[in-house]
């Protein structure tokens, strides 16, 4: 593992260096002769490290040397990620399989280009004093999600053999408030965020990750459209090769990339702390063994089988196509 | 003169002091009280930590505050000229007043939920959704008292124009432009706070900064001291841009600014009801046309933007037709839940209080402008309060639409219970009738247009309320399908709960002016032309 | 300068069954101050209307120097003044008298305003707004208005009607002198009948509602005319014709009972 990781870094640090000479050699003249040309890259969220490593890209000029000047879009609560990625504004989105599972059944028609999140962020969050550690002790507890969410939680009982109607689910806002306040036992959130921020704020509390048990949906999924596959290959392959080196570089130093992050966009009013730990909680997520031995993104046909299966019990029904490999397959010259 | 007035400014300063600043303290040392009890519930923030949380950041506050303030602004500016340029258009064609209005209130009555997404794919990124948004928050509140002031004038003015030969807009030009200008004030004042709500709800569909962006940090991040110091900022910046409008109007208007901010019920005589049908067809079908046109014009792509036959394809004729009509009727009906308890609350709150002031009148001086600022609170930051002092459950949205509906219509109602003409209120105290009386014989009934006026201007005001709720806090009803329904790309079912929920509202707006009408000829036949 | 006006069968119904005027056939000399004098409500101010073109008639025509009212509009040729001065609150006494020469579409000469004026006695007031006048001062720029874009008919709806009897007084003492000097067709509505002996060269009697002609009583007395001409047999003798025309007119149109 840690031979892999050192040898990625070095061949970073050797094509940067390359990159540079090439650049310095050629002076202003060869910037201006390689033509920037524009592309929009839509995020999930808002600001936040949890897209640090497009941020050391960008940063780092991993972008500016392929010739690629990209526009991060942050996301929101109330901007969904597909619509830019279909009308062509937006080259490549940051989507998760389910969504783009949604969106495809819509008649979008996307292709997933690489996973940044091999497991699923979504935990089951609890107080350490009434912890849930397991699938089995949700029975006879409250959880507090949004009903939504109701399919996620179903899945989850499904794969684990619970019984789902000896939970009480409780309609809740996207906050830790109800959990810490006593409303509910549990939160049906993401790893990285509400568990974070009950962490800085003094609150013990315990996650149980379902990815652990069995959840397959892959997450911060990279999606094009099947018509910029085609026609904007050239662009894709090198936006996706520096994300590659952009988030190796996070994995490296992520409290690094925090203070990027907040250097970037100081009023995005992110806390150090809840950034730093929000970033190391992350790594796990989107680092295995499998990007190990493959390279950040990778997927195999098992892991979009779980994939197609855990989808199903979600009500998507999808096909192995939905995952396209080339892009990858290019940036990481397999 | 001079000795009179030097000795009655301290008197009066200390009126002030105990009339006005003695409640506010006590509420505020109330407030830093529970909030020392209630530390570790992560609900209440106290005064002195919002005070500390915003010293420590007033820079991030700053530039967050900035940022809103020019995309509001920007939003104000040409949410006003619209209204202005529309108002005017109504009264130099008054055959199209009836289609503006129609329409105007359509569009008032889109969810921000959906029209935000929508935006944020039409205009790309930068600040443009968040200006729309603001825009199409104010233009409504503007062009309705516009109207009203426009006509608001004696008929003699208007002989006197065409007594020189001259038209509708000379008349326009010379004439109605001053005499509505106090109306304009009225509903720039308004105006203010809702384009700095626009503007936040626009930040939610992907900004980089302002107060939007840093209020969601603030709910996730359990961030509590944040949380209320950014309600008490945009609080702050929306009563400042209420009381600054008035002041400045004062300044050169010698006067105040009405208050009745909501026309006559259009004239709807027992034998017009063909008339209606005929301007509601037609309103339909500019609806429809424009909806299409739209899409054409912007070019957007199908996967997202529905026309109007999409969304007939969706409910009525596709295979899941009934399907998608169920998840809509019980999405509406979880809604009306919510919404209606909440609506009749509000309404009864304004006009209950507003009656007790008039009973206890030495509550009124603090009561009114307290209101009048309050009126102003963005909804945006009160959800995540009220959220997290009542819960999630049916009691907190209730209260969240009640509050919404209580403020204007509290307002709207003490300022009619004080137009009951002073000669009849004279004949009952000849009669040596009790101020209860008075109330009730007298007074009530002359609040009664204005209490209508209110009602039917929170239809669509109450819909905003609940949906936004439903949204951010309770994720249930209309609100949560709309904003679920974006997220899984189901834009059919978007695009058919936009328009059901701005039909629906635009009926219910209609059915409060039927009601409203078979009031007013029993009590206040004057009111109806 | 001064316009003959012809009314020719002019009647108004309003709203399909409301008859305010029957058909009238009436000639206002060109230079002549004639008045309607009328109960209230007869219809009198509805008549001043249609010859002003502010109102349409139902039947028949108004010509004003052989021209349709709303030709004369065009060109100006006409000013009227209100019971109410209808003075823009928000406009000085000198900007509401400009305004009338804006919509005349006339330049605004700032000597002929001052003129103005000092003619109806507002001297000083010229940058006072109307709320801060006098009913009686309000009147005076208002017909201070009328007079500004120097019309060959000028039209009086009660012009003195809405302020006290010593105003009023004091207002018909001072003010028709101003437009007798430029010989303008007057038509003065008003229901004081010795406001209208007194004002006028003629006296047309209304009806009450639908007004028709009672009478039509010439005032052969000599001008100028001053206040003590009130005080005169012949003035009394004119004012009884009038009065007694006036009860003739209600007393066939009301039913015995109602009187």
């Given at each position: 593992m840690n031979t892999r990781t050192g040898i990625t870094r070095r061949h970073l640090l050797a094509t940067g260096t390359a990159a540079f000479g090439a650049s310095a050699a050629l002076g202003l003249s060869s910037r201006r002769a390689l033509a920037q040309s524009k592309v929009s890259f839509q995020l999930?969220?808002?600001?936040?490290?949890?897209?640090a490593g497009s941020y050391i890209a960008l940063q780092e000029g991993f972008w500016r040397e392929a010739g690629l000047d990209v526009s991060l879009q942050p996301g929101g609560?109330?901007?969904?990620?597909e619509p830019p990625v279909v009308s062509g504004s937006a080259l490549i989105g940051i989507s998760a399989a389910d969504y783009t599972a949604a969106a495809v059944e819509e008649g979008a028609p996307f292709r997933i280009?690489?996973?940044?999140?091999?497991?699923?962020?979504f935990v089951i969050a609890s107080l350490a004093g009434n912890p849930?550690?397991?699938?089995?002790?949700?029975?006879g507890k409250r959880i507090g999600m949004a009903l939504a969410n109701t399919p996620v939680l179903q899945a989850l009982c499904t794969l684990n053999g619970v019984?789902?109607?000896?939970i009480e689910v409780v309609p809740t806002q996207y906050s830790p408030q109800p959990l810490v306040a006593g409303e509910v036992d549990c939160l049906l959130c993401w790893e990285t965020d509400l568990p974070v921020a009950m962490t800085i704020q003094g609150v013990d509390n315990v996650t149980m990750l379902m990815a652990d048990h069995d959840y397959a949906v892959h997450s911060q999924t990279y999606i094009a459209t099947e018509d910029s596959l085609a026609n904007r290959r050239a662009e894709i392959v090198a936006l996706m090769a520096g994300e590659v080196r952009g988030w190796e570089a996070y994995r490296a130093d992520t409290d690094a990339a925090t203070a990027l992050t907040l250097e970037m966009f100081?009023?995005?009013?992110?806390d150090l702390e809840t950034q730093k730990l929000q970033a190391a909680r992350q790594v796990p997520l989107m680092f295995s063994d499998l990007t190990d031995a493959n390279g950040f993104g990778w997927w195999t046909d098992e892991t979009v089988a779980a994939n197609i299966e855990t989808l199903a019990l979600l009500g998507r029904t999808v096909t192995p196509?939905?995952?396209?490999?080339s892009i990858l397959e290019e940036v990481h010259g397999a | 003169m001079t000795t009179a007035a030097a000795f009655a400014t301290p008197r009066l300063l200390s009126g002030v002091l105990r009339g006005s600043l003695l409640g506010p303290l006590a509420a505020i040392l109330l407030w830093e009280l529970a909030a020392h009890a209630l530390t570790?519930?992560?609900v209440l923030a106290a005064p002195s930590a919002i005070l500390v949380y915003l010293s420590e950041n007033w820079a991030l506050m700053g530039r967050a505050l900035g940022v809103t303030l020019a995309n509001a602004g920007a939003g104000f500016l040409i949410g006003n000229l619209a209204a202005i340029v529309l108002a005017t258009i109504a009264i130099v064609l008054p055959r199209s007043d009836a289609l503006i209005r129609g329409l105007a209130l359509l569009v008032f009555c889109l969810p921000l939920v959906a029209t935000g997404p929508i935006l944020r794919v039409v205009f790309?990124?930068?600040p443009w959704p968040q200006i729309i948004l603001a825009a199409l928050a104010v233009y409504y509140t503007t062009l309705i008292p516009l109207l009203v002031g426009l006509r608001a004038l004696p008929s003699g003015w208007l002989d006197l124009v065409r007594s020189y030969g001259r038209g509708r807009l000379a008349a326009l030009v010379h004439v109605r432009a001053m005499a509505a200008l106090p109306y304009l004030i009225a509903g720039l004042q308004i105006a203010a706070p809702a384009a700095f709500l626009g503007a936040m709800v626009g930040e939610?569909?992907?900004?980089?900064?302002?107060m939007g962006v840093l209020t969601i940090r603030a709910m996730r991040g359990m961030n509590v001291e944040m949380t209320w110091a950014l309600a008490v900022v945009a609080t702050a910046v929306a009563v400042i841009g209420y009381l600054v409008i008035g002041w400045v109007a004062r300044w050169f208007l010698r006067d105040e600014p009405p208050i009745i901010l909501a026309p006559p019920p259009?004239?709807?005589?027992?034998?017009?009801w063909f008339a209606a049908l005929i301007n509601g067809v037609v309103i339909t079908c500019a609806a429809l046309l424009l909806w299409w046109a739209g899409l054409k014009l912007l070019n957007l792509n199908p996967f997202f933007a529905k026309g109007p036959w999409d969304v007939v394809t969706a409910l009525?004729?596709?295979?899941?037709a009934a399907e998608t009509r169920s998840t809509l009727a019980g999405a509406l009906g979880e809604t009306a839940v919510f919404l209606v308890p909440g609506y009749l609350a509000g309404l009864l709150a304004g006009a209950a209080l507003a009656m007790l002031i008039i009973l206890?009148?030495?509550?009124?001086g603090t009561a009114m402008p307290l209101a009048i600022a309050l009126r102003s609170v963005p909804i945006i930051t009160t959800a995540p309060l009220v959220v997290l002092i009542?819960?999630?459950?049916a009691l907190g949205t209730v209260v969240l639409v009640a509050i919404m509906v209580f403020f204007p219509t509290f307002v709207a109602c003490l300022h009619g219970l004080r137009q009951a003409p002073g000669r009849i209120i004279d004949v009952l105290n000849s009669y040596a009738a009790g101020p209860f009386e008075q109330l009730i014989r007298v007074r009530i009934p002359a609040m009664l247009p204005a209490f209508f006026a209110a009602a039917r201007m929170n239809v669509p005001a109450s819909v905003l309320a609940v949906t936004v709720v439903e949204w951010?806090?309770?994720?249930?009803?209309i609100g949560s399908v709309m904003a679920l329904s974006a997220s899984l790309s189901d834009y059919d079912m978007l695009w058919s709960a936009v328009a059901v929920v701005a039909i629906l509202s635009a009926l219910g707006y209609a059915g409060v002016g039927l009601l409203e009408r078979k009031v007013l000829r029993a009590y206040a036949p004057e009111q109806l032309l | 300068m001064s316009v003959p006006v012809v009314c020719a069968g002019l009647a108004k119904t309003f709203g399909?069954?409301?008859?305010?005027?029957?058909p009238t056939d009436l000639a206002f000399a060109a230079g002549q101050t004639t008045a309607l004098v009328g109960p209230?409500?007869?219809g009198k101010s509805t008549l001043l209307r249609m010859v002003a073109g502010l109102e349409e008639p139902s039947s028949g025509s108004v010509t004003i120097d052989g021209l349709p009212p709303t030709d004369i509009l065009r060109k100006a040729g006409l000013s009227i003044a209100f019971q109410?001065?209808?003075?823009?609150?928000?406009?000085s006494v000198r900007k509401n008298i400009e305004l009338a020469l804006d919509l005349a579409r006339r330049p605004k000469e700032a000597r002929k305003i001052e003129q103005l004026i000092h003619l109806v006695g507002l001297d000083g007031f010229a940058?006072?707004?109307?709320?801060?006048?006098s009913g009686g001062m309000r009147q005076r720029a208002a017909i201070a208005r009328a007079l500004a874009t120097e019309p060959a008919l000028l039209l009086l709806d009660e012009?003195?009607?809405?302020?006290d009897e010593l105003t009023r007084q004091q207002l018909a003492n001072d003010l028709p002198g101003i437009w007798e000097a430029s010989g303008t067709t007057t038509l003065l509505v008003t229901h004081s009948v010795s406001e209208a002996v007194m004002l006028s060269d003629r006296v047309v009697v209304l009806s009450p509602?639908?007004?028709?002609?009672?009478a039509d009583i010439a005032v052969n007395l000599p001008r100028p005319?001053?206040?003590?001409?009130?005080?005169?047999p012949e003035f009394a003798e004119i004012v009884d014709e009038v009065f007694a025309a006036l009860a003739e007119g209600i007393a066939e149109t009301l039913p015995k009972a109602a009187q």
């Open positions: 999930s969220w808002l600001h936040s490290t949890q897209f609560p109330n901007a969904p990620v280009l690489g996973v940044a999140m091999q497991k699923n962020p849930v550690n397991v699938p089995g002790d949700l029975e019984d789902i109607d000896a100081p009023d995005a009013g992110l196509d939905l995952w396209d490999r | 570790g519930a992560f790309g990124p930068g939610f569909t992907g900004a980089e900064r302002g259009a004239p709807g005589r027992n034998g017009r009525f004729t596709a295979p899941d206890v009148p030495a509550v009124a009542l819960g999630r459950g951010l806090a309770t994720g249930n009803g | 399909g069954n409301v008859e305010a005027v029957r209230s409500g007869c109410d001065p209808s003075l823009l609150p928000w406009r940058d006072t707004r109307p709320a801060e006048l012009p003195f009607g809405a302020v509602r639908p007004a028709r002609i009672v005319r001053q206040p003590d001409l009130a005080r005169r």
